[in-house]
């Protein structure tokens, strides 16, 4: 009964977030604070800065450094090489006036290896009419995106949690619908065929990206890193019918001061490969996610570039195997006028392929061995911390009690020889 309040009272606030008016007056005096960047909107495929959704999006897209659910596709192709969970989601953003955003992600991982793929789709109605008010033309303008995701965690271990270098191959194609010879001069509106073709277009590209965990004044107890750092280019390729691509590098840092809050902080340098001087400036994005209960979680932030800004916020309700995503978004990137949207995600849970359950075995026989060798049954912790490396090799403590027993027994044998008298 609890969550299903909740459940109502994330809706209604939402909604009511919906409602909200912000003087249109203002955003002059906020394009006068941020100034306008003369070099945005030049790159192709806009589908490539449209976040699908999810918690990376409640976050204002500040999570490069965090990159730790089906989120990091976008942002960290990094990140798959220490997810948790393997997972299944859908995304549904609606974007401007009738644009609206799909997606779907799968991600796991094999011990340090991680893989993923999706797609995202956007699509807008298309409609054209002569001067007489008369449809001549009609479809979908859409973009979409396909992305093949792969990571590796290197130099993972007890006491370093690794390097994870990822990879994301995206292909993108741009569809447009024919249009007509109809103008301003009245003409039939006879549509050309294979007009829309001509503008269609089709590009690959690359994500690098790098993430690192560590711990950094941590005051609470647990075994998980409680900061992290990244760097990440986007979207490396050649130009797509003269224009550049959004190609971007992103440096970013995520903290972790209390166990139930996490922040971060991204730094961003679009690069147009074209010419360099008309790449857009650069911009940033802060976030921060709160854990209320083991089913509720909220967050919000914001995102600042040239000529105006970006305020999120969402929820996240899991109800153990489904967790629903939701996020409000106020966006004056784009618009002139206070721009009003939502995005809702779905994301399954498909286990965490036993790591759990291993981890659990691991330390319980660490233990039993560490209650041997307090008992002097140096022979049984041996043999404990051996099973313990035989299931995870990586687990140093047990390689130190090994040694330490090895040692003090070469050290009594070298005392026994000393004391034994030579004839």
Known sequence: MNRLWVFFLGIFSVSAAGALDFDPGGYGSLSDIYGVDDNAGLTAFPVLNVPMGGRSEGMATAFTAIADDLSFIEWNPAGSATLEYTELGFFHNNWIADTHVESIVFASRFRDLGYAAGAKWLYTPFSEYNMFGERVSKGYYSE?????????NFFSGYYFSGLSLG?????????????????????????????????????????????????FLKIYHARERNASAALVMRNLGPPSGGDALPTAVTASV??????????????????????????????????????????????????????????????????????????????????????????????FNFGDQGRKEL????????????????????????????????????????????????????????????????F
């Not at 109809?182 to 829309?196: F, M, V």
């Open 254 to 347: 995520a903290y972790k001061p209390l166990r139930p809050l996490t922040l971060d902080f991204d730094f961003t340098v679009p690069l147009n490969f074209t010419d360099i001087s008309l790449s857009e400036k650069p911009y940033w994005a802060a976030g921060m996610n709160v854990t209320i209960t083991s089913f509720l979680s909220m967050r919000m932030g914001v995102l600042g570039k040239s000529g105006g800004y970006r305020v999120t916020t969402g929820s996240a309700l899991n109800f153990g195997k489904i967790a629903l995503d939701i996020n409000y978004s106020l966006d004056l990137l784009t618009q002139l006028t206070p721009l009003n949207r939502v995005s809702i995600a779905v994301r």
């Open 359 to 422: 981890s659990n075995r691991v330390d319980a026989l660490y233990l039993e061995g560490l209650d041997a060798y307090a008992a002097g049954r140096y022979d049984l912790a041996v043999e404990r911390w051996q099973e313990v490396l035989e299931l995870n090799p990586k687990f140093n403590p047990a390689k130190e009690g090994i040694a330490l027993i090895e040692n003090s027994r070469a050290l009594d044998d070298h005392i026994r020889e000393m004391q034994t008298l030579d």
């Open 167 to 215: 990879a994301n191959l995206k292909g993108a194609f741009r569809f447009v619908p024919d249009f007509s010879d109809a103008d301003d001069q009245g003409e039939s509106g006879k549509l050309i065929s294979g007009s829309g073709l001509e503008q269609s277009a089709a590009m690959a590209m690359i994500d690098i990206g790098l993430l690192t965990r560590f711990n």
């Open 144 to 152: 979409a995106v396909a992305t093949l995701n792969v990571s590796y």
